[in-house]
C-alpha cells in the first residue's frame, strides 16, 4: 500500500515544528541550574572571590550552567550548608576544615599553628597524594563532598588592652579567648597565655569588662567587631594561617560532563586565586586603619617568633600527633610545605 500527502505545504510546517520542538528540547536540557551558598557578606573578599567564581562557571560554561548565589547565611549555618550540600540540596559550599575533620581527623591539622607560611604551602599539601588528596577521597566517600581547592582566609594575631608582648613569657596569665575546639586551645596555650573560650558574639562585651585580657583573630575581623574600641595592642603573631576550601556536592559533581567539570575546576583555580589576593590587600588597608583608630601595631618582625613556633608546635605534637591523627603527621606536612 502506498500512501501519498496531498497536503505538501501542510506537511512540510508539521515536519518543521517538530524539528523545532526537538532542537529547543535539545538546548533546554543543556541548561544546568548550580546553587552556592556561603556566610561572607557580599563584598568581603570571601563573598567578591565566591560571586567571581559563580561568574566565570556562567561564562566558560557558555550558559550551560545558570549559578544562583546565596550570601550572608540565606541558606542557613555553616552546619547547615554542609549538610546541605552533602546532600545535593546545595551544589557548592564553603565547608570550615574543622566540620571536615569530624570526619577526617588528619584535616585539624589545616588549622595547626605555625604549619603554613602562604597559600602556597596549602596548595601543596591539598594536591600530595598521600596527604591532601588522600583525604579529599575519604571526604568523597564519606561526605559525598569534592574539594576544589581553597583559598586564604587571614593570619590570626592577638589583641590586649594593656599587655604587649614580644615572646611567650610575656603572655603568660593572659586570659585569651579561644575558639572552643581542642585546636585553637592548644595554639593558645602554646603562646603562653590562658585559653578562655568564649562565643564570638560575646568578645566586645568580655573585652570590655575584663573578663578577658584579650582576643586573636584576622584582621577583618577586629575591624568588623570593632575590637580597636576596647583593645590597645595588635601583635602580629600570625600563629594560625587560616584558608577555607571550597567544595562541590559528589551528586551535583557526576552530573556534570567532563566538559563542564574542566569548567568548575577552572573557575575554581582562579576564584580562589582571586579571593586570596583580595584578602591580602584588605588585610593591610585594614591594618592602617587600626593605627587611624589608635591601635599600636607590633609587627612580626619584632616578635620572637622562633619561641611562639618552638612552643605552639610542641604543644600541638603532644595533644595531637599519635592521638587525633597518625604520628609524624605534622613532619609530613612540615616536609611538604617546604618543597
Not at 566565570?56 to 557558555?62: D, H, I, P, T
Not at 590586649?160 to 585569651?176: A, E, R
Amino acid at each position: 500500500m502506498n500512501f501519498h500527502f496531498s497536503n505538501r505545504p501542510a506537511s512540510s510546517l508539521i515536519l518543521i515544528g517538530v524539528l523545532l520542538f526537538i532542537v529547543s528540547g535539545a538546548f533546554g536540557a543543556t541548561v544546568k541550574n548550580m546553587r552556592l551558598a556561603h556566610l561572607y557578606q557580599p563584598d568581603s573578599p570571601s563573598g567578591m572571590g565566591l560571586q567571581f567564581f559563580a561568574d566565570k562557571v556562567e561564562e566558560y560554561s557558555e550558559g550551560r550552567i545558570q549559578m544562583k548565589v546565596f550570601t550572608a547565611g540565606q541558606l542557613g549555618s555553616a552546619r547547615n550548608l554542609y549538610i546541605s550540600t552533602k546532600t545535593g540540596a546545595i551544589d557548592f559550599c564553603v565547608p570550615a576544615f574543622a566540620l571536615l575533620a569530624d570526619t577526617v581527623p588528619e584535616m585539624t591539622i589545616m588549622n595547626s599553628g605555625y604549619l603554613f607560611e602562604d597559600i602556597e604551602d596549602v596548595e601543596r599539601v591539598l594536591r600530595d597524594p598521600e596527604l591532601g588528596q588522600k583525604w579529599n577521597d575519604e571526604i568523597i566517600k564519606k561526605c559525598h563532598l569534592r574539594l576544589l581547592g581553597a583559598f586564604y582566609y587571614g593570619k590570626r594575631i592577638v589583641t590586649t588592652k594593656d599587655n604587649p608582648f614580644i615572646n611567650p613569657d610575656g603572655v603568660k596569665g593572659l586570659k585569651i579567648r579561644a575558639v572552643p575546639n581542642p585546636m585553637s586551645l592548644a595554639v593558645i596555650t602554646g603562646l603562653g597565655g590562658n585559653p578562655t573560650p568564649m562565643a564570638y558574639k560575646e568578645v566586645f562585651i568580655g573585652l570590655s569588662q575584663g573578663v578577658i585580657d584579650g582576643q586573636e583573630n584576622p584582621y577583618p575581623a577586629i575591624w568588623s567587631m570593632k575590637f580597636y574600641e576596647v583593645q590597645k595592642y595588635a601583635i602580629e603573631t600570625f600563629h594560625q594561617f587560616n584558608t577555607l576550601p571550597l567544595a562541590i556536592s559528589e551528586q551535583s559533581w557526576q552530573e556534570l560532563d567532563e566538559i563542564d567539570r574542566r569548567v568548575v575546576q577552572k573557575a575554581a583555580v582562579e576564584a580562589l586565586a582571586y579571593a586570596s589576593d583580595l584578602t591580602r590587600q584588605f588585610e593591610a588597608e585594614i591594618a592602617e586603619k587600626l593605627k587611624a583608630e589608635g591601635m599600636t601595631i607590633i609587627p612580626y618582625d619584632e616578635i620572637a617568633i622562633e619561641e611562639f613556633e618552638k612552643s605552639v608546635r610542641d604543644t600541638i605534637r603532644n595533644r595531637f600527633d599519635g592521638k587525633v591523627w597518625p604520628a609524624g603527621l605534622m613532619d609530613a606536612v612540615l616536609a611538604v610545605g617546604d618543597d
